[in-house]
């Protein structure tokens, strides 16, 4: 196997273990209402799962506005009505 397609089967893996180290760095934090992600350790760099988590968050956030601006344009549930071409 060459080394370029080493890299490219174990990769994957390799990101798979860096998430999970920069999960387990994490701590939860109630503030109030609001819960915060702290690092535990600050030898590791700064998480990437909190932005993560927050962008798939705001992508969901996103999505659920342009769902109800969609659905107020229809006005709802729609109302069919079928004509039949007569007897002939």
């Known amino acids: 196997m060459t080394t370029e397609d080493r890299i490219k089967r174990l990769m994957p893996h390799e990101l798979t273990t860096k998430l999970f180290e920069e999960m ?7 503030t109030g209402l609001d819960i915060v992600l702290e ?3 600050a030898r590791f ?4 799962y909190s932005a993560f988590a927050y962008g798939l ?3 969901k956030e996103l999505e659920e ?3 109800k601006k969609v659905s107020r344009r229809t006005g709802g549930p729609r109302k069919l009505i079928f004509f039949t071409g007569g007897q002939t």
């Open 65 to 67: 506005e342009n769902y």
């Open 57 to 59: 968050w705001r992508i």
């Open 39 to 41: 690092q535990i350790n």
């Open 45 to 48: 760099p700064k998480d990437k």
């Open 24 to 30: 387990a760095n994490l701590r939860l934090r109630k």
